[in-house]
Structures are given as structure tokens and as C-alpha cells.
């Protein structure tokens, strides 16, 4: 059985920054795609990044683009999203998710919510004054 959790969430101010972390147990395949998505307060859950477990291609949405990195340990069934320069716009929910089908085109198309077949329960990131 596939589960998925993310951690390290928490409150900070405008500017500074946070490392998320998704680890994961019971993936039946070796390839995949790992997703980054976030919910603000009465939004829509949108995808912000991904993350190919074969060659590390990446896709950022422009919103985190030049401020997010995604990276990954397979070894350990790991990645991170590390969050630096943080706005207020930043805030919501953070889930990662798991593509075990479409991960060759992760870098192309991003993270597409309909690809995605396992999910975490999110972690919450607040960026306020």
C-alpha cells in the first residue's frame, strides 16, 4: 500500500524560508513522479512543481520559479522542495503526490492533479508578518 507524508511546515515571515520533505513506503514501480501542490485558504489545490525519479527533470510553475527547488534521494524515498524567499501568497496547504504513470512528461506538462494516483495529507505554511 502506497502512503505518503509531508513534513517540515511551519510559520515565518516574508523573505524567509522553509525546506518541505516527502517520504514515501509501498511504490510498486521504480519510475515515477513526485508532485509538489498547494492550497490557499478557499483556493483551488494547484500544482507548483514535479519531479522525474529517473533523471531529476524538474518543472516550476512561474509563481515559485527562481525560488523553489525540488530534489531527491530515491535512496532514501525522499524529496524535498526547499522554499526560500517567501511571500504571504505562499500560504496554504502543501501535499506532495505520486504519478506512477506519466513521469516522462513531468518536466514538459507539470504537475497535473489528474495524474497523480496516491496523495499526503499536506502541511501547513504560513508566511505572515
Known amino acids: 500500500e502506497v502512503q505518503l507524508v509531508e513534513s517540515g511546515g511551519g510559520s515565518v515571515q516574508p523573505g524567509e524560508s522553509l525546506t518541505l520533505t516527502c517520504t514515501w513506503s509501498?511504490?510498486?514501480?521504480?519510475?515515477?513522479?513526485i508532485g509538489w501542490f498547494r492550497q490557499a485558504p478557499g483556493k483551488e489545490r494547484e500544482g507548483i512543481s514535479c519531479?522525474?525519479?529517473?533523471?531529476?527533470?524538474?518543472y516550476y510553475t512561474v509563481s515559485v520559479g527562481g525560488r523553489f527547488t525540488v530534489s531527491r534521494d530515491n535512496a532514501k524515498n525522499t524529496v524535498y522542495l526547499q522554499m526560500n524567499s517567501l511571500k504571504p501568497e505562499d500560504t496554504g496547504i502543501y501535499y506532495c503526490?505520486?504519478?506512477?504513470?506519466?513521469?516522462?512528461?513531468?518536466?514538459?506538462?507539470?504537475?497535473?492533479?489528474?495524474?497523480?494516483?496516491?496523495w499526503g495529507q499536506g502541511t501547513q505554511v504560513t508566511v505572515s508578518s
Open positions: 503526490a505520486v504519478d506512477t504513470l506519466n513521469y516522462n512528461f513531468c518536466s514538459s506538462y507539470g504537475p497535473i492533479r489528474g495524474w497523480y494516483d496516491y
Open positions: 519531479i522525474s525519479s529517473s533523471d531529476g527533470s524538474t
Open positions: 509501498g511504490f510498486v514501480f521504480d519510475e515515477y513522479a
